[in-house]
């Protein structure tokens, strides 16, 4: 506990006092946001803000990490390093896009399949490496079972040692471009997606330390809900890099809210849904991502729907413009009520989530 709420803490402090200093340095560098030309009319004002701040969100949560880790003693697990791995892997992708836009000057970075291809890349070794290092117990970080609040008897491996490796390491490559391109999608107004991230990653949170304490392998676990127990590796290490990363999110929404001084960036947005996706790997909680990540889901849900409307009908739209929260804005709503609302249908999916959750091992 003590180690999650130093996690924490640290984070937040570095994202919150040392933004300022990063938005000097990217105004200093021209590493300005460029806003679409068919997007809100209203938005064009935000041109040349401050982006990358994904770059403050990933230090900020090295920084927290590893420092906690110093202060208390505890030892670095490889499933926290999983997670770290996922997130500046993906944000390097990120960069790379962010980096392209600012050169060429336009809004457009990588195409979209070359930033598929970066993050399935990422996800194969991450998926590769989770599949290893066991624990003393013989647990490694991820199974190859699909899992909801805990592993299914569905175990990809009944179909062989190397059809159910190639599933496995799809299935991964899935939840990990799913959720890191529908934190990118729902990244379009000040502080939303910062927001519903900081919503999912405390879940995560609350999730991973519930593990712990109900641990097959911990010593607190009671005779009598033994058999409730979960069989996840480093449980308490997952819940403090989920503290860690909503730390350095709380820190960086004080600069990214209506007025932003700075964005997320692909840098940020990538990041975080790669982190999202690898701590539901981690805890066995993959399918629960539909709830954690429900405002994501509905983002990037309005995006599909739009599209394949629009081709079916040649030319008809559900929406005014997608994702959803422009569509709003264009019904004259103002961006922070927006904003705020959207935050309150990911707080009530998050915490469906959590619920579900706990609902299940109520009634194990």
Same mark, same amino acid.
């Given at each position: 506990? @003590?180690?999650? /709420?130093?996690?924490?803490?640290?984070? !937040?402090?570095?994202?919150?006092?040392?933004?300022?200093?990063?938005?000097?340095? *990217?105004?200093?560098?021209?590493?300005?946001?460029?806003?679409?030309? #068919?997007?809100?009319?209203?938005?064009?004002?935000?041109?040349?803000?401050?982006?990358?701040?994904?770059?403050?969100?990933?230090?900020?949560?090295?920084?927290?990490?590893?420092?906690?880790?110093?202060? %208390?003693?505890?030892?670095?697990?490889?499933?926290?390093?999983?997670?770290? *791995? !996922? !997130?500046?892997?993906?944000?390097?992708?990120?960069?790379? #896009?962010?980096?392209?836009?600012?050169?060429?000057?336009?809004? /457009?970075?990588?195409?979209?399949?070359?930033?598929?291809?970066?993050?399935?890349?990422?996800?194969?070794?991450?998926?590769?490496?989770?599949?290893?290092?066991?624990?003393?117990?013989? $647990?490694?970080?991820?199974? %190859?079972?699909?899992?909801?609040?805990?592993?299914?008897?569905?175990?990809? !491996?009944?179909?062989?040692?190397?059809?159910?490796?190639?599933?496995?390491?799809?299935?991964?490559?899935?939840?990990? %471009?799913?959720?890191?391109?529908? $934190?990118?999608?729902?990244?379009?107004?000040?502080?939303?997606?910062?927001?519903?991230?900081?919503?999912?990653?405390?879940?995560?949170?609350?999730?991973?330390?519930?593990?712990?304490?109900?641990?097959?392998?911990?010593?607190?676990?009671?005779?009598?809900?033994?058999?409730?127990?979960?069989?996840?590796?480093?449980?308490?290490?997952?819940?403090? @890099?989920?503290?860690?990363?909503?730390?350095?999110? @709380?820190?960086?929404?004080?600069?990214?809210?209506?007025?932003?001084?700075?964005?997320?960036?692909?840098?940020?947005?990538?990041?975080?849904?790669?982190?999202?996706?690898?701590?539901?790997?981690?805890?066995? %909680?993959?399918?629960?991502? &539909?709830?954690?990540?429900?405002?994501? &889901?509905?983002?990037?849900?309005?995006?599909?729907?739009?599209?394949?409307?629009?081709?079916?009908?040649?030319?008809?739209?559900? *929406?005014?413009?997608?994702?959803?929260?422009?569509?709003?804005?264009?019904?004259?709503?103002?961006?922070?009520?927006?904003?705020?609302?959207?935050?309150?249908?990911?707080?009530?999916?998050?915490?469906?989530?959590?619920?579900?959750?706990?609902?299940?091992?109520?009634?194990?």
């Amino acid at each position: 506990m @003590v180690a999650l /709420l130093t996690a924490a803490a640290l984070s !937040m402090a570095f994202s919150l006092f040392l933004t300022p200093v990063f938005v000097k340095l *990217f105004r200093k560098l021209q590493w300005g946001q460029f806003i679409r030309d #068919d997007g809100p009319k209203s938005h064009h004002a935000k041109r040349g803000t401050a982006t990358m701040g994904g770059i403050v969100i990933i230090l900020a949560t090295l920084f927290g990490f590893f420092t906690a880790m110093i202060i %208390t003693g505890d030892a670095i697990s490889v499933s926290a390093l999983l997670v770290l *791995f !996922m !997130m500046v892997g993906l944000g390097i992708v990120g960069f790379i #896009d962010d980096f392209t836009k600012t050169r060429k000057q336009r809004s /457009l970075g990588l195409t979209g399949w070359a930033k598929v291809f970066g993050q399935v890349v990422v996800a194969v070794i991450f998926g590769i490496l989770a599949i290893n290092f066991p624990s003393a117990e013989g $647990v490694t970080p991820a199974s %190859t079972a699909i899992s909801v609040t805990r592993d299914l008897p569905l175990n990809l !491996m009944i179909l062989g040692p190397v059809i159910g490796v190639v599933l496995y390491l799809l299935w991964t490559s899935f939840l990990v %471009t799913a959720t890191s391109n529908a $934190v990118n999608v729902t990244d379009g107004l000040d502080g939303l997606a910062t927001g519903a991230s900081i919503l999912a990653f405390g879940s995560y949170v609350v999730i991973g330390f519930w593990q712990y304490n109900q641990s097959c392998f911990g010593a607190s676990i009671a005779d009598e809900v033994a058999y409730k127990c979960y069989e996840v590796r480093d449980p308490l290490a997952l819940a403090i @890099v989920a503290a860690a990363i909503a730390g350095a999110l @709380v820190g960086f929404l004080w600069w990214n809210t209506s007025p932003a001084s700075i964005f997320l960036g692909d840098t940020g947005s990538l990041a975080l849904g790669g982190a999202i996706a690898a701590l539901a790997i981690l805890t066995r %909680t993959e399918l629960l991502l &539909v709830l954690i990540g429900g405002l994501f &889901v509905i983002e990037t849900g309005s995006v599909i729907v739009q599209r394949g409307y629009f081709k079916l009908t040649h030319g008809k739209r559900i *929406f005014r413009m997608s994702p959803i929260h422009h569509h709003f804005e264009l019904k004259g709503w103002a961006e922070v009520t927006v904003v705020v609302r959207f935050w309150i249908v990911g707080g009530l999916l998050a915490a469906a989530g959590v619920g579900t959750f706990y609902l299940e091992w109520i009634l194990r």
